[in-house]
């Protein structure tokens, strides 16, 4: 199993500015994955988050705005930059670890952008 | 990337069984059938998984088609706060590590 803590759980920021979300687990793991949630939306996969390599990115997502680090093995963060309105949404980190067992959600960082 | 569809919504009476269907039509034959769900406010939460047999836990039962091209996820009784989104997701599992999908899920209301 894994606990997830994400810091902030919320926050709200000027627009223009940058908003660094971290995420930590109990334990070891390969890829960790940051999902964004807009408002009254389902989850949208935003990239995976490797450990010593460039995080990889869905389509729609671009990492001059949304830069990733995974220094370790259990710890990564997501920065949203250059914020606007509509980067208010729900920020979750999850991982998931085989085919066998379930994954596990952050609660998520709750960004209003004003 | 195989794919599921869910109905939008669903309701229910408390402690009635409630019966979440999902089709998944392009299923690969290494494709587990996962669900989540999602209480307001919160991260999803895990709910069950399986691969071809039916599978039971504290939560639910997955009953899965012989074809394996649709699933139900069975709630025994449901509670108020099982009022939820409810997600039928095909993990990507690769080096390791799983990427989940979802679509919009079937959210699902409890009347008392």
């Known amino acids: 199993s894994a606990v997830i803590s994400q810091k902030p759980s919320r926050d709200i920021c000027q627009r223009g500015t940058s908003l660094t979300i971290q995420c930590q687990v109990d334990s070891q793991v390969t890829m960790m994955f940051w999902y964004r949630q807009q408002p009254g939306q389902s989850l949208t996969l935003i990239a995976t988050a490797n450990q010593g390599s460039e995080a990889t990115y869905e389509s729609g997502f671009v990492i001059d705005k949304f830069p990733i680090s995974r220094p370790n093995l259990t710890f990564s963060t997501l920065t949203v930059s250059n914020m606007s309105p509509e980067d208010s949404s729900i920020y979750l980190c999850?991982?998931?670890?085989?085919?066998?067992?379930?994954?596990?959600f952050g609660q998520g960082t709750r960004l209003t952008v004003v | 990337d195989a794919k599921t569809t869910q109905p939008n919504s669903m309701e229910s009476n408390e402690e009635e069984p409630v019966h979440l269907p999902c089709n998944h039509s392009?299923?690969?034959?290494?494709?587990?059938i996962h669900w989540y769900r999602q209480l307001p406010s919160q991260g999803p939460e895990y709910v069950i998984h399986g691969l071809t047999s039916n599978v039971n836990n504290r939560m639910a039962s997955l009953a899965i088609a012989e074809d394996r091209k649709s699933s139900t996820l069975i709630l025994h009784r449901a509670t108020l706060r099982d009022a939820a989104v409810y997600y039928c997701i095909l993990p990507q599992f690769y080096n390791q590590g799983g990427k989940l999908i979802f679509g919009q899920g079937t959210e699902l209301s409890v009347k008392p």
């Open positions: 392009t299923i690969s034959g290494t494709d587990y």
């Open positions: 999850s991982v998931a670890l085989d085919r066998y067992t379930e994954a596990f």
